[in-house]
């Protein structure tokens, strides 16, 4: 079993940056891939970033590439966001897998966080 805790979450203005903290608890965690997903009212949930358990990071959604890093250590995953927008806007979910690789869909997530809201203002 994995808890997952997000924060970092907030109101910040056009262009600027977040970093998004996931803790997770619970024995499995150094042997799950994890990821980032963010639903934005009246959309449906979409995949952000993942990462594996060796570190490797999967390709970036197309809306975020080259503006968001996903990394982690120890016991937490990291979303940074930099160049932040306002479609931007949505609840930004961290999920684990039981499985080292990596993945892109939320059907192939075992565990999820309850969620932290970022909003970005024009």
């Known amino acids: 079993q994995v808890q997952l805790v997000e924060s970092g979450g907030g109101l910040v203005q056009a262009g600027g940056s977040l970093r998004l903290s996931c803790a997770a608890s619970?024995?499995?965690?150094?042997?799950?891939?994890m990821g980032w997903f963010r639903q934005a009212p009246g959309k449906e949930r979409e995949f952000v970033a993942a990462?594996?358990?060796?570190?490797?990071t999967s390709p970036y959604a197309d809306s975020v590439k080259g503006r968001f890093t996903i990394s982690r250590a120890k016991n937490t995953v990291y979303l940074q966001m930099n160049s932040l927008k306002p479609e931007d806007t949505a609840i930004y979910y961290c999920?684990?897998?039981?499985?080292?690789?990596?993945?892109?869909?939320?059907?192939?997530?075992?565990?999820w966080g309850q969620g932290t809201q970022v909003t970005v203002s024009s």
């Open positions: 990462i594996s358990r060796s570190g490797s």
């Open positions: 999920a684990a897998r039981v499985g080292y690789v990596y993945a892109t869909r939320a059907q192939e997530y075992d565990y």
């Open positions: 619970g024995r499995t965690f150094s042997s799950n891939a």
